[in-house]
């Protein structure tokens, strides 16, 4: 997928049929009674489309104390559903920017992120202990920036909508960061993934 279809992507909700079907769906994927212990509630569903084809679906849980989201993110194929990845976001700051994203998928490490965004990725642990390691470093970037107040109450869509503008619009004005792509991968492959944020001291 290039940056280009993703910068012009329409982001939007879905109807609430199709949202009823898709969480059905999830629940063959996500044990969703374990995220309702942690404190997820059903929130929606956004969808990613450029022209007539859909990119992915983006299947939401709001966590209730703060701007925190658990996403279920799948594509549709010619031969069914694929699931994409299980991430845990949080929005810390707005001012200056600052999010935090748990996940499962060590290739979350090949893209260069905006400045103020990042990534942890960890293969083989259930979602509390994916939580557990997610609120371990929050707490851990919150403290070493100094952030003092979390943003206000927002919603999904603008959260996933601004995410991926920033991140689009940093490499699009930075097109030689492709060229690392590799050695992103490599490094996140080997030194990154299983890694905490607190671990790695950034």
Known sequence: ??????WRAEIGYCDDEISLEL???????????EAAKLGF????VVYLRHNDDLIFYYLVWRHGEDETYLAWMYMESDTGEETIEVMIISELSTQPNLSLATASQKQNHEIPLPPGDYVQTFSSIDLPESWRRHRESEA??????????????????DLIERSIRQG???ILRRPWLLLIV?????????????????TLGV
């Open 23 to 33: 969480f059905d769906l999830a629940e063959q994927d996500l044990d969703v009674d």
């Open 182 to 198: 590799p050695y992103r991968y490599w490094i996140g492959k080997h030194l990154r993934h299983d890694k905490s944020i607190v």
């Open 41 to 44: 509630q059903p929130d929606s």
């Open 168 to 170: 689009s619009r940093h």
């Open 1 to 6: 997928m290039g940056f280009w279809v993703v």
């Open 140 to 157: 851990y970037l919150i403290n070493r920036f100094g952030i003092t107040d979390r943003p206000a109450h927002s919603n999904a869509l």
